[in-house]
């Protein structure tokens, strides 16, 4: 059972999140989503456990607890859904003509 695992102090790192889930069963893998330009943590991360049953054990006793002073959030994660090819990221600056300025037009 994959495990999401959000509200999490700046400060927690793999081995104390593994160290919390493994009160509850036996844990996979263990991990905390960094920033790619900072690497500072995201403040979310992943628990990975083999067992569903102990997976939703430490799910229903830890959810919203308080874990290095920030109250967490648990919850069976969901499957990444696929992006486009081309990453279309929509937005953008409009483009065209668009005027503007001190009265614009021909004077």
Do not use: C
Request: charged share 25%; glycine share 18%.
């Amino acid at each position: 059972m994959n495990i999401y695992v959000a509200n999490l102090s700046w400060n927690t790192n793999s081995d104390s999140l593994q160290e919390l889930f493994s009160q509850y069963g036996e844990v996979t893998s263990a991990y905390i989503i960094n920033d790619r330009e900072t690497g500072r943590s995201r403040g979310f991360g992943f628990v990975e456990m083999p067992n569903d049953e102990e997976g939703q054990k430490a799910i229903d006793a830890l959810n919203e607890t308080e874990f290095e002073g920030k109250n967490i959030a648990i919850s069976v994660a969901r499957p990444r859904t696929e992006r486009p090819a081309g990453g279309n990221r929509g937005g953008g600056y409009g483009g065209g003509n668009r005027g503007g300025g001190y009265g614009g037009g021909n004077r």
